[in-house]
């Protein structure tokens, strides 16, 4: 067979198979139950045949997820859709290029707590340079709509995991979601683009939100860091949520001493709004790039919050007093606020 027969059979091929993935995709209008506003046009949906994924909690869903998620993203890419529920994962997933995980979400702080799409992860306990839940690879992804709790962390006494997202390659979005008990909750390996971090509600026990090896214009809007987030969650629902008062102390206090709610290292123009922060060690965290580019960077520049503060391209990015008083930064009243913590840079 000539060269140019073997190209063109090999490309029938190939096209008979993505055909037939298409074909087989029946996309089809999902109505949540907790925003009514909202009306998803999901690709697929996790729980129907033939991925037929666990919605209980009970079965571990991590291989039919995984199958969703690389047999969509064969096809280009599309929405991943988990209805309200509970999906057990003792493993962990890459998210491929074009593919979006979409579930059932309403803020925590609006009636939202232990509702919706819930991501029960197992995986990484005790170490936290074990593989992350998710890991993004290739090209954009989203995360949207979504909550994550670690049934087998402690209150009174947090043990590590590994980061629950770990951008590795491209831009991601990560919008409308909770993290019930993250020890990491997002943090970036390599690449760049235009992050869009936004509605972020979560506890973290180490660090919240990473922004680093943004190239130009990442967004962080409307995140809220606070212990209370694990601790108000209700206890028929997340179920070792520190909800008596010597727990939920215990908690305060472990974040008081541990969490740095944001960090952000090597980023050219980012734009925050709406940031809050309680009871942590560091509320926003400057600091020089960890060195994983080629040219390295300084640190982050082109900075703006709502309300007019900036931060102004500089070696050293200004420190601010490391007194822990709650207060506020710009002028704005949604700008950033952060209780019991400081604003410091390196």
Same mark, same amino acid.
Not at 228 to 233: F, L, P, R, S, V
């Given at each position: 067979m000539s060269i140019n027969l073997?190209?063109?059979s090999m490309t029938a091929a190939a096209t008979t198979i993505l055909s037939t993935s298409l074909a087989a995709l029946e996309p089809r209008i999902v109505k949540p139950t907790l925003d009514q506003s909202d009306v998803v046009v999901a690709d697929v949906v996790i729980t129907d045949a033939p991925h037929a994924a666990d919605p209980t909690g009970v079965t571990d869903c991590t291989a039919s997820v995984q199958k969703a998620i690389d047999d969509l993203s064969k096809t280009g890419g599309g929405v991943l859709y988990f209805p309200a529920g509970r999906y057990r994962f003792n493993g962990t997933l890459i998210l491929q290029s074009g593919v979006t995980l979409k579930g059932d979400w309403a803020s925590p702080l609006k009636g939202g707590s232990g509702k919706g799409t819930i991501f029960m992860v197992y995986s990484g306990k005790g170490d936290e340079n074990a593989e992350p839940f998710i890991r993004t690879r290739r090209g954009p992804c989203a995360i949207k709509n979504l909550s994550f709790w670690y049934p087998e962390q402690n209150a009174e006494n947090p043990v590590p995991y590994?980061?629950?997202v770990l951008r590795e390659q491209m831009p991601g979005i990560? +919008?409308?979601?909770?993290?019930?008990?993250s020890w990491v909750g997002y943090e970036v390996?390599?690449?760049?683009?235009?992050p869009l971090i936004s509605e972020v509600y979560g506890t973290f026990l180490k660090k919240g939100i990473q922004g680093d090896i943004c190239l130009e214009y990442g967004f962080f809007d409307r995140i809220h860091v606070s212990p209370?987030?694990?601790?108000?969650?209700p206890f028929?629902?997340?179920a070792n949520a520190p909800n008596d008062n010597e727990s939920r102390e215990k908690l305060v206090d472990w974040c008081r001493k541990n969490t740095v709610g944001l960090e952000f290292l090597k980023n050219d123009n980012i734009e925050l709004f709406h940031v809050t922060v309680k009871d942590a060690k560091v509320g926003i965290y400057y600091g020089k790039h960890a060195g994983r580019l080629r040219k390295g960077g300084l640190g982050t520049y082109g900075f703006r919050m709502k309300g007019?503060?900036? +931060?102004p391209r500089s070696k050293k990015p200004p420190v601010a007093a490391k007194s822990a008083p709650p207060r506020q930064q710009g002028s704005d009243a949604g700008v950033a606020r952060q209780g019991r913590c400081c604003f410091r840079g390196v």
């Open positions: 073997r190209r063109a590994p980061p629950t990560v +919008m409308r979601v909770t993290f019930y008990n390996l390599h690449s760049g683009g235009s209370g987030i694990w601790a108000d969650a028929n629902s997340i007019g503060l900036k +931060m």
